[in-house]
């Protein structure tokens, strides 16, 4: 309905404007001039030709008035500013760990359930099939991750805490004073907090932990 008014209010107010405009020109060529170059000369030439611009000006009146009424007809359009996703620090991803959890975060976390709950499955199959020989099964040989040290220590080289600002754009392993162990890559370190980067899922997070909270840093090897 409103589209339908605003077509037929701009099509009648068209009209009337060349209607009016060709009467101007009829007149005299400074009249049309005048009419299509100045602003409210219009006025004048309606008044100067009244018997022949009766009717442009009618075309033109309602065309104005169809498009007022097609106004209050639009749908109305909810405009929504979208931003850059806020960064989330490290005691909201602390909390979110036993509740609900949404987004990219929540998709890796139910794959890793899934996973976890097939691979005991598999376990638990295999255990049940496999004879009873007397013999102990011998423990999977576990191998260190990509990057860390393969002798030694397998956890990577130990650093104090303070020295944090020396391994920026470095993955490391932050080891808090409870014990909790937290790995990422260094994004940026300023007085009193740490922001480390992850990625989860198909993109990356990044959250902020208090260096008061940080107790010690395991840093890869770097291969040659």
């Given at each position: ?10 099509t ?11 009467v101007?020109f ?6 049309g001039?005048?009419?299509?170059l ?11 030709n ?12 309602g ?10 007809l ?9 931003s ?6 490290w005691?909201?991803k602390?909390?979110?760990r036993?509740?609900p959890?949404?987004?990219?975060l ?22 049940s ?9 011998k ?16 956890r990577?080289q ?10 920026v ?8 004073k ?21 990625r989860i ?9 208090d260096?008061?909270e940080?107790?010690q ?8």
């Amino acid at each position: 309905m409103a589209n339908a008014l605003l077509f037929i209010g701009s099509t009648l107010s068209i009209v009337g404007a060349i209607w009016l405009l060709v009467v101007a020109f009829r007149d005299s060529l400074p009249i049309g001039l005048g009419t299509l170059l100045v602003p409210f000369f219009a006025i004048y030439t309606i008044v100067r030709n009244w018997p022949d611009t009766k009717v442009p000006l009618l075309l033109g009146s309602g065309g104005v008035l169809f498009t007022v009424l097609s106004i209050p007809l639009a749908p109305q359009v909810a405009m929504t500013s979208f931003s850059e996703q806020p960064e989330v620090t490290w005691s909201e991803k602390r909390n979110v760990r036993g509740g609900p959890v949404t987004g990219p975060l929540a998709e890796a976390r139910s794959r890793a359930l899934e996973n976890s709950a097939e691979n005991e499955e598999q376990t638990a199959d295999t255990e049940s099939t496999q004879p009873a020989t007397g013999v102990e099964p011998k423990e999977p040989t576990r191998r260190s991750p990509p990057g860390f040290q393969r002798r030694g220590d397998q956890r990577g080289q130990s650093f104090p805490a303070e020295r944090i600002g020396d391994f920026v754009d470095r993955y490391i392993t932050v080891v808090c004073k409870d014990g909790e162990r937290i790995l990422g890559t260094v994004e940026r370190v300023d007085s009193k907090t740490v922001t480390l980067r992850r990625r989860i899922g198909g993109g990356t997070i990044s959250f902020q932990l208090d260096r008061h909270e940080i107790h010690q840093l395991l840093v890869p090897r770097r291969i040659q």
